[in-house]
């Protein structure tokens, strides 16, 4: 299971918001796909950010007016990435060694990534229970 790839043990597409959204549209796009992170992009889909539900409770107790804040004010732009050929061995290590949920999937462009996909703690215990 180690050393599967991050491109066979993701199911692919990614939920995004641009930095420009309302943290109210976030709220309930997360609500709405059950989800607890949303990629950002920039206005050319490039990688810039994530946002979590940890984040919008931030914002909640920080700021009355939470609802129309900027995602950019709130998001996390210190991305943990992977390539789509690195290991879950890789994805593993990180999220222990980071203290963090999930990673990033992404495709490089230039100097710029293009998200692709979410490889969580809970993908990573799927295919830990999936192998026998």
């Known amino acids: 299971m180690k050393e599967m790839t991050v491109i066979e043990a ?10 420009t ?5 976030v709220a309930c796009t997360m609500q709405e796909n059950n ?3 949303l990629v950002v992009v920039d206005g050319e889909g490039y990688l810039a950010g994530v946002i979590t539900r940890t984040d919008l409770v931030r914002a909640g107790y920080e700021q009355p007016e939470w609802q129309q ?8 732009g210190d991305v943990v990435t ?3 050929d690195d ?7 990180l999220l222990i060694e980071r203290h963090i949920h ?3 999937a992404v ?3 230039g100097d710029k990534l293009k998200p692709v996909g979410v490889l969580s703690a809970a993908d990573i215990i799927y295919h830990m229970a999936s192998c026998r």
Do not use: D, H, W
């Open 35 to 37: 989800i607890s992170a």
């Open 10 to 19: 993701k199911r692919f597409g990614v939920i995004t918001c641009r930095t």
């Open 21 to 25: 959204a309302t943290l109210m549209s």
């Open 102 to 104: 999930r990673v990033v």
């Open 107 to 109: 495709k490089p462009f």
């Open 69 to 76: 804040q900027p995602v950019r004010a709130y998001m996390n």
């Open 82 to 84: 992977v390539n789509l």
């Open 87 to 93: 290991r879950l061995e890789k994805v593993m290590a």
